[in-house]
């Protein structure tokens, strides 16, 4: 049963330090985006590769947050430095294109920032 | 500015009825459109999806309807269950060149009680 994983699944921290997110994407998938969910904010698009080129990252604020994809294994989306305003759940989610469009998620990173 | 709206937040039906989860959309260029489950501490699972070209799509107990005059789709499950009982997201899917990104309404509460 193929899924995503995400780790860590929760990370508590205080407001300066670097976080990292890893994600595995689905093995053959040649899509990974990273969402952030908030309650007002629904599920926001951060970035979007596809054949682990960057696409889009319009979403995330390039100061402090970066995105990148070392093998196609691996995803990784860091904050340095956290901010308070930053804890959220981060997911992960990789797909097919050319293909429907359907996403395939992990579980999420729960993220809190002191 | 939502480009894709679901305008409400929770929904309660009885087990055995019908449930109903609409959303709205403003861009007529959007190709597919996808529906999406979460439960809690998990992340969204796909549903299923629609082409702008159809307007039905139909799997088990749940049925997409679209109609693009009026930029509205909706999903019925039918007889809900208890286990329905998630939150559900309507996405879209912009079609424009390589960028074939979802935009995401911010979720419908389904409760489904005994």
């Known amino acids: 049963d193929a899924r995503v994983t995400q780790t860590p699944r929760d990370k508590v921290t205080e407001m300066g330090q670097e976080v990292t997110m890893r994600c595995q994407p689905i093995?053959?998938?040649?899509?990974v985006f990273w969402y952030r969910q908030t309650m007002m904010q629904g599920l926001e698009l951060l970035a979007y590769?596809?054949?682990?080129?960057?696409?889009?990252d319009s979403g995330m604020p390039k100061d402090r947050f970066s995105a990148e994809m070392p093998d196609a294994t691996l995803a990784t989306l860091k904050i340095q430095p956290s901010e308070p305003r930053d804890s959220a759940v981060y997911f992960c989610?990789?797909?097919?294109?050319?293909?429907?469009?359907?996403?395939?998620f992990g579980p999420g990173t729960r993220l809190l920032v002191l | 500015d939502q480009q894709v709206k679901q305008n409400s937040p929770s929904l309660s039906v009885q087990e055995g009825r019908i449930s109903i989860l609409n959303c709205d959309y403003t861009?007529?260029?959007?190709?597919?459109f996808l529906w999406y489950k979460k439960y809690p501490a998990e992340g969204p699972t796909f549903l299923i999806s629609?082409?702008?070209i159809k307007d039905k799509n139909e799997d088990g107990r749940f049925t997409v309807f679209l109609n693009k005059s009026a930029k509205h789709l909706s999903l019925h499950i039918v007889p809900s269950q208890p286990g329905d009982s998630a939150v559900y997201f309507c996405?879209?899917?912009?079609?424009?060149?390589?960028?074939?990104?979802?935009?995401w309404g911010l979720g419908t509460s389904l409760a489904v009680n005994p």
């Open positions: 629609i082409s702008s």
């Open positions: 989610a990789s797909g097919f294109s050319p293909g429907r469009g359907t996403q395939y």
């Open positions: 996405a879209a899917r912009v079609p424009a060149g390589n960028n074939r990104k979802l935009i």
């Open positions: 093995l053959g998938h040649n899509t």
């Open positions: 590769f596809r054949n682990r080129a960057p696409l889009d």
């Open positions: 861009n007529s260029m959007f190709d597919y």
